[in-house]
């Protein structure tokens, strides 16, 4: 199949829809990119036969409810419960774990009829955004393999920008769907806390985890979270709220929506060539009829580090028993990290929580004033894998996207330019909770406007 990088699921459907292409040519084109390039990059953990893979979709196998992704090939980060499917957590503890159930949102993409190639490499139980898993592999970014390509949902991010799958789910608590979208060059959405279940999907932290989409566009990502958004009266985290819809107010006009341009001393600590992109952007959301404003944002400082505290200490919860029987089957970073979080005292955590409630409200006033706040997504384009420290950088990689965690908002990450050194530099979109429509709808028109999405590495 001829460029299947450039392949998104929107076209895909329309093929399939034509008979152009069989769910059958899907499936074995993107097992042949994840044969020719997996070993390379180490985007898959767990790679399913597609033979089996379409079997698995046949009509009988309780399917379908919905049919609107009938024969769209979709991996998975390996936190996703998958019903005879190894989920191993990129950890040790999980090697061999094998859940009985699907994870809800896995529920509703096989019942909308996707097939699903495989589990996706993870930084080691989701703790961390470079992406070297010490127990299954570095994975490597496509743009540049000597690079990270972030985490933790690095997997997903390099099988979408490579084509070994038209799209691919992942979870974010501090960026990592945003982070590996930005560094790879795909597009990341992090939908409103509650929007998306997380029963099923194993957690790093009950307050800050979310699910969401990477795909080659925004109206991908529309797709996807059109599928997975849906009440799920078991999870104590997810929210009855009205459906979205994504798709119909994807075309909405973005005329004379107030965008607030981050400034100040928090963001301009930045590589000038991410400033000087995102700052590009403005001509185009001005081209689009939006009108631009900067404001100072130096406060978000104080979310980040609220979330970077709960983010460590909820973990260590979650982990608590592991970390005191078998510490040395964590790898050292992720081992670091959970002992500081088990550090952590009660005081600091109450008063981190205390942190996250004032800053839901402040945003909430920041957003009557503002439809939107744009910024970069990363501070620095993807760093090396050798010679930098994991917890330093889970510090500044986060930076710009742990403050969204905390509140809880829309948050979508898209390609806005690259380095001189040809790597991706992401744009960051957020809004007020529960305007995940919107967000997209912006997103989607800086994309029209633009080629970026367009752009894919040669490997």
Same mark, same amino acid.
């Given at each position: 199949?001829? +460029? ?57 196998? +309780? ?46 993409? $096989? ?10 490499? *993870? ?8 992406? +070297? ?36 789910? &992942? ?18 959405? $992090?939908?409103?806390? &509650?929007?998306?279940?997380?029963? @099923? ?5 009950? +307050? ?5 989409? /990477? #795909?080659?566009?925004? $109206? ?5 979270? =059109? ?16 459906? @979205?819809?994504?798709? &119909? ?41 939006? $009108? ?7 406060? /978000? ?10 983010? =460590? ?59 939107? /706040?744009?910024?970069? #997504? ?5 760093? *090396? ?12 990689? #986060? ?12 948050? /979508? ?40 999405? =367009? =752009?894919?590495?040669?490997?």
């Amino acid at each position: 199949m001829d +460029n299947l990088q450039a392949l998104t699921i929107s076209k895909a459907l329309e093929g399939l829809q034509q008979r152009e292409i069989s769910p059958h040519d899907l499936a074995e084109a993107c097992s042949r990119q994840i044969e020719r390039l997996n070993l390379r990059l180490n985007a898959f953990i767990t790679v399913i036969n597609p033979k089996e893979a379409l079997e698995a979709q046949l009509p009988g196998n +309780n399917l379908p409810a919905s049919n609107v992704l009938r024969g769209i090939p979709i991996a998975l980060k390996d936190l996703f419960d998958t019903a005879g499917i190894r989920t191993t957590v990129g950890s040790k503890f999980f090697a061999d774990n094998v859940p009985e159930q699907d994870a809800f949102v896995v529920e509703k993409l $096989k019942q909308a009829g996707v097939i699903l190639l495989g589990k996706t490499n *993870t930084h080691e139980i989701a703790l961390g955004v470079t992406g +070297n898993n010490p127990h299954y592999g570095t994975a490597r970014n496509p743009w540049n393999t000597e690079r990270v390509p972030g985490g933790s949902s690095a997997g997903s991010a390099i099988a979408v920008g490579t084509g070994m799958a038209l799209g691919a789910l &992942g979870t974010d608590t501090g960026g990592s769907i945003r982070i590996p979208a930005s560094l790879c060059g795909v597009v990341g959405f $992090k939908p409103t806390f &509650g929007r998306v279940s997380l029963r @099923g999907v194993f957690p790093l932290s009950w +307050n800050l985890d979310h699910v969401g989409p /990477l #795909t080659k566009c925004v $109206k991908d990502a529309a797709l996807l979270l =059109q599928v997975i958004s849906l009440y799920d009266p078991l999870d104590p985290a997810s929210i009855r709220m009205l459906s @979205g819809d994504y798709l &119909g107010h994807l075309m909405d006009d973005a005329t004379g929506k107030k965008i607030a341009l981050g400034v100040g001393k928090f963001i301009e600590a930045s590589d000038p060539e991410i400033l000087e992109s995102v700052r590009q952007t403005v001509k185009v959301f001005e081209s689009v009829g939006c $009108k631009i404003q900067e404001v100072n944002v130096d406060w /978000l400082r104080e979310a980040a580090l609220a979330n970077g505290l709960m983010t =460590q200490s909820d973990a260590a919860a979650v982990h608590r028993d592991r970390l005191k029987e078998h510490p040395e089957m964590f790898g050292e970073d992720v081992r670091r990290r959970l002992e500081n979080g088990a550090k952590t005292s009660s005081t600091d955590y109450v008063l981190a929580r205390r942190t996250q409630a004032e800053f839901r409200k402040r945003f909430e006033q920041f957003f009557e004033a503002h439809d939107f /706040l744009i910024l970069p #997504t990363t501070p620095i384009p993807a760093p *090396t894998i050798e010679g930098h420290d994991a917890v330093e950088q889970a510090g500044r990689l #986060t930076r710009f996207t742990a403050p969204f965690n905390l509140a809880g908002l829309p948050a /979508l990450s898209l390609p806005c330019g690259f380095t001189r050194e040809a790597l991706p530099i992401g744009l960051q979109i957020v809004s007020r909770a529960w305007a995940d429509a919107k967000v997209l709808n912006l997103g989607y028109a800086f994309e029209q406007a633009t080629e970026w999405h =367009q =752009q894919f590495p040669s490997i």
